[in-house]
């Protein structure tokens, strides 16, 4: 059964800075993308990044995550973590991890966490 744990989320005051992490755990043969989406209250889940697997991993950003959020991965341990600095209320959300995973060789699904609130007060 594979996990995607999620912590470091909760209240900071615009301009802050808060660090989200997550772990896959369970049976896994190799995780392809692993990433971070966001879903505001009334609004549909977005991307906010997410990273390719192997060395120097592919990086995409939205366009409100650029220069102020840092994705980073750690293939070695299954984690992928999300720095965000400069926090705006606008980023309030509840952050997802997602990751695509191979469970087998030929068995690929996508897999989300469970959430983490991350509120950011004017």
Known sequence: Q???VESGGGLVQAGGSLRLSCAATGSIFSINNMGW???APGKQRELV?????GSGG????SESAKGRFTISRDNAKNTVDLQ???????DT??????ALIMTTLSTRNGYWGQ???V???S
């Open 2 to 4: 594979v996990q995607l």
């Open 49 to 53: 990044a997410d990273i390719t697997s």
């Open 37 to 39: 989406y966001r879903q």
């Open 93 to 98: 959300a509840v952050y997802y991890c997602a």
């Open 119 to 121: 509120t950011v007060s």
């Open 84 to 90: 965000m600095n400069s926090l705006k209320p606008e």
């Open 115 to 117: 959430g983490t609130q």
């Open 58 to 61: 592919t990086i995409r950003y």
